[in-house]
């Protein structure tokens, strides 16, 4: 039986309450638009990303260095740290390239004038189709690929927005939201453990960009790195996916891409601005911290 809540009305007009709580209620509006001006910086290399290591953020990184594994030198790129929760995706310069006001958020300067990339699915197929890498030009295995890229991007949100926000996020735990979005999350994960049984990738025997955007989230759950939420989902019954996860977790440009923009967690996990292929080396938050240049967190 599902716990009663006192039973809510809601009024004849929705009103803005800043105070409904939650862990983004400082940085939840209900209107677009920038809210500062702010000019975002420009590093040497043709892209430039603004982001943060989210799920959403990674699919990004994790792309961009297994293009640059693969030897595709134009795919250098300048990683900047947007932090969501002072809201600089409100500046200016961010809404000039979103005007969604989410991380990630791309620039090509190799173009005449620079093309603005937003939406992490579109990045992935921007960048698979401009360096001919990750995407099968035979149409019938892009349609696979195009599928399960499409797929991620509709599912996600209820995992993210429904499952992970009731469950780790809301103010209080509600049993009916969690009910609903816990069904669908492990729908979800069934749904890929069918396909896995028969398939090495998402695609068929090619490694993609449909892996590269489903690994941050559904590799997450598997891994039980999202939302602290294994246990609870069981997300070791989910064989197939479990042996995915392990074997995309383990390509040494996915171990890289997890870490650019990557603000919390371990302190050697962290990268939080990449300009330069030695930045995994040198630049880590406990590289800096050693060097006395940020402080140990608490
Ligand atoms: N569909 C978008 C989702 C992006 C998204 O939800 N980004 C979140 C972080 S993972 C964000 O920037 N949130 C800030 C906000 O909502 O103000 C994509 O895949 O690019």
Do not use: C
């Not at 250098?76 to 979103?98: H, K, M, P, R, T």
């Not at 989410?102 to 990045?123: N, Q, V, W």
């Not at 009916?176 to 890929?192: F, G, S, T």
């Not at 990738?201 to 999202?226: C, K, T």
């Amino acid at each position: 039986m599902t716990n009663k809540l006192p039973e809510y009305v809601p009024p004849a007009i929705w009103k803005w309450d800043s105070e409904n709580g939650g862990r983004f209620a400082n940085i939840n509006r209900p209107i677009a638009g920038a809210t500062h001006d702010k000019e975002l910086p420009v590093g040497k290399h043709p892209f430039q990303l603004y982001s943060l290591g989210t799920p959403n953020g990674v699919k990004v990184t994790i792309m961009l260095e297994e293009l640059l594994e693969a030897g595709v030198k134009a795919a250098e790129y300048d990683a900047w740290l947007i932090n969501i929760n002072e809201g600089d995706q409100f500046g200016s310069g961010f809404v000039a390239i979103n005007p969604n006001s989410k991380i990630p958020a791309l620039m090509d300067h190799s173009t005449t004038p620079p093309t603005r990339i937003f939406e992490s699915g579109s990045m992935l197929v921007y960048l698979a189709e401009k360096f001919k890498k990750f995407l099968s030009t035979d149409h019938t295995k892009r349609t696979e690929t195009m599928n399960w890229l499409f797929w991620q991007m509709g599912s996600a949100p209820f995992l993210g927005g429904g499952f992970g926000h009731f469950y780790a996020y809301a103010p209080e735990k509600y049993e009916y939201p969690i009910n609903r979005y816990a069904m669908e999350a492990k729908r979800q994960m069934d749904v890929l453990d069918r396909h896995l049984e028969s398939h090495e990738y998402f695609a068929g025997d090619e490694y993609s960009i449909a892996d590269m955007a489903i690994f941050p989230w559904y590799g997450g759950m598997a891994r039980g790195v999202l939302y602290d939420a294994g246990e609870f989902l069981q997300v070791q019954d989910y064989k197939n996916l479990q042996r995915w996860a392990k074997q995309i977790n383990e390509r040494p440009a996915v171990k890289r891409g997890m870490k650019v923009n990557r603000s919390f967690g371990e302190p050697e996990s962290q990268l939080h601005e990449r300009h330069d292929a030695s930045d995994f080396e040198t630049n880590t938050q406990d590289k800096r911290i050693a060097r006395g240049e940020v402080e140990a967190p608490e």
